[in-house]
């Protein structure tokens, strides 16, 4: 049975979709029928690659790594006086701070910070600005994906059963367990809890710190993936760099069998939770290690763990 409320919201999204995507139409530049809500729904849903600022709005649009800065820094959007400026129009003579000297708290300076530290990073190019829905594969909107996507986090839809049956000690399936879920006490957690940290992820020093971004998307984290799927011959692909966390997850696992699902499996969870580790000592301890060392510790970890790893040397030939 179709619920009307959602099919009706994933209907109004092509109005949205249509401002970018066929901007001759004569309505555009009117108020489109959509309310807060629907809005909400097509930024998370777009990915905005920014060329030369024209069309992208500076607080609307999801311009920085698929997010609109209005959901990155909702405090700040509050204090920001012209919401509806372009990239181009805001980066110009940093007009995007008008208002913003109103800060009194440390969430709102700490936003600011974050935001600063990722806009002076922008160059502005001659091309022009494109979009991408985040939940086809070609990019491109549907009304059914948009129905669909709806009702995302109302049921349980990754596989959990894969981190429980893994090869692994009982903390790194707990680990593995919040991090599908995005519920590791990453930065942008804290900061929505008024915990003082630093919102910057501490393995590039580039990016907002999200579990994520930390595990999946980060730089240092693509290159531990990459040395471990040289050390498993492929069996472990190097995540999407705009990879989803539940999708990563499912996706790696999908269409394998059991027995090598378990060990893979293990092998995913070790590589995070060293990532993870690796975190946790730039940011508690002050040391930093190479990404060659983090492959040292999943191999040492695994060992211990007396996991028959499917990357294993071959068994002896028979004589």
Known sequence: MIDIEFFSRAL????????????????????????????????????VTVGNGKLAKFWESAWIS?????DMTPNLYKLAWRK???????????????GLWRMSTAEEIAEFVSLWFL????????????????????????????????????????????????????????????????????ADKLI???????????????????????CLNCVYAQEVWV?????????VAVPDREAKMEHWWNGALTGIPKSIKREKASILIYTAWNIWKERNRRVFEGCSALPQRVLALIKEEMKIGSIACVVAAPPPVSQ
């Open 119 to 186: 806009v002076q990073n922008v160059q502005l190019t001659d091309s022009e600005d494109e979009i991408r829905w985040k939940w086809t594969a070609d990019g491109n909107y549907t009304a059914k994906s948009a129905y669909n996507i709806q009702f995302s986090g109302a049921y349980c839809t990754f596989d959990a059963k894969a981190i429980w049956r893994a090869k692994t000690e009982g903390k790194h399936r707990f680990f593995a367990w919040l991090l599908v879920q995005n519920k590791l006490l990453t």
């Open 12 to 47: 109004r999204l092509r109005w949205l979709w249509y401002q970018w995507r066929e901007p001759d139409r004569p309505w555009v530049g009117t108020e489109v029928p959509c309310n807060e809500q629907d809005k909400q729904l097509f930024r998370a849903s777009t990915y």
């Open 84 to 98: 509806n400026m372009t990239v181009q129009d805001d980066l110009e003579d940093d007009k995007w701070t008008r």
């Open 192 to 214: 929505k809890r008024n915990w003082q940290c630093n919102p910057t992820c501490p393995l590039c020093d580039q990016a907002p710190e999200t579990a994520q971004h930390l």
């Open 227 to 235: 040395l471990v799927a040289q050390w498993t011959e492929g069996l």
């Open 66 to 70: 698929g997010r609109a800065p209005r």
